[in-house]
């Protein structure tokens, strides 16, 4: 049973930085494409940024967070990142980890991201 586990949300203001991370305990981390999907109040589900390949070499942004959001992973700590710079009021959203594209079929809790001056 695959376990995911988000931490690293907060409040900020507009233009501060966050740095998310997500534990995955179980399955097979090292192979798995991971992603990093957002649901703010009253939408869908949004998927942010997405980390492939060998050694995570690609990587992919929705335009909305592109030049500000960074996805890494750490193989040996089965860990993947979200760094999060110059933020806005839109980027207000629980953010979860999974893996893409293929999604494990549970989910985590998520962390909470405010951001609000």
């Known amino acids: 049973q695959v376990q995911l586990v988000e931490s690293g949300g907060g409040e900020v203001q507009p233009g501060g930085s966050l740095r998310l991370s997500c534990v995955v305990f179980?399955?097979?981390?090292?192979?798995?494409?991971m992603g990093w999907y957002r649901r703010a109040p009253g939408k869908q589900r949004e998927l942010v940024a997405t980390i492939t390949g060998p050694g995570g070499t690609t990587t992919v942004y929705a335009d909305s967070v592109k030049g500000r959001f960074t996805i890494s992973r750490d193989n040996a700590k089965n860990t993947v990142y979200l760094q999060m710079n110059s933020l806005k009021p839109e980027d207000t959203a629980v953010y979860y980890c999974n893996r893409y594209p293929r999604e494990f079929d549970s989910w985590g809790q998520g962390t909470q991201v405010t951001v609000s001056s």
């Open positions: 179980g399955g097979i981390f090292r192979v798995a494409g």
